[in-house]
């Protein structure tokens, strides 16, 4: 059984991969879709600086999280000094840091799901007087859904598993930061924290079987019926 302490890590885990995801959402479908149709020149060079979180050392995306959202940068002073908020270093850094680091993944799984959709039903609403935003809220988001939804869990078990980001721009504060990774990094380094590590370990690992199987069968509900339609001619 987990402690009071370890069971508060938990709950913060999920509140900031929550909140990561649902920031980052609106942004990732949006863009998704249009990556998915390619319709325009910067395509390419969009879809590869959207990949940069995947590449870079997490600590780097960290460092410059922590340079934009400072109180002495711009954003961050604004959130000072007109709303009263300090974003470094609280659970909502951690949240901008686990949204930046899931958000590749989150753009990427969904992008896949945008491009199951045969074009057909698009252009087919669209002779039929739909606009775009209508075909795409009533037509394309719906057929897609289990593909998107499949996508948030993949993208949920990244916020949750995220450490090197959320440590600089976050830190490692008991309460307020210290998300799953952070308090088993926390406890292999304490004496006598092994066992407490251990339990948090397998808590991590339960959160990412789970999201990985709940994505796969999204995934496979979602492809089969259009390799059927596919082989019917």
């Known amino acids: 059984m987990l402690s009071a302490s370890e069971w508060e890590v938990v709950a913060l885990s999920m509140r ?5 995801v649902l920031i980052s959402l609106p942004a990732a479908v949006a863009l998704a879709y249009a990556l998915a149709r390619r319709r325009f020149p910067a395509a390419f060079l969009i879809e590869n600086v959207v990949q940069i979180p995947l590449v870079l050392p997490p600590v780097v995306t960290g460092i410059i999280l922590l340079y934009v959202f400072s109180p002495r940068s711009i954003l961050g002073g604004i959130a000072s000094d007109v709303f009263g908020v300090e974003i470094t270093f609280t659970w909502v850094a951690a949240a901008l840091a686990a949204a930046v680091v899931s958000f590749p993944i989150l753009v990427q799984a969904m992008r896949i799901a945008f491009e199951q959709i045969d074009p057909v039903w698009e252009e087919a609403c669209l002779v039929y ?3 775009r ?3 795409f809220r009533y037509v394309i988001l719906p057929l897609a859904s289990r593909g998107v939804l499949g996508s948030v869990l993949l993208a949920f078990a ?3 598993g995220e450490f090197g980001a959320t440590i600089v721009v976050a830190g490692n504060i008991p309460g307020e930061t210290r998300t799953i990774p952070l308090a088993i990094f926390t406890e292999i380094n304490r004496v006598g924290g092994q066992t407490a590590a251990i339990r948090l370990v397998l808590v991590a690992v339960v959160i990412s079987v789970l999201s990985l199987a709940g994505s796969a069968m999204l995934s496979r509900r979602l492809y089969r019926p259009a390799q059927k339609r596919g082989s019917g001619g």
Not at 16 to 20: I, K
């Open 16 to 20: 900031v991969a929550s909140v990561a």
């Open 133 to 135: 935003w209508q075909v």
């Open 158 to 160: 990244r916020a949750v």
């Open 129 to 131: 007087g739909g606009g």
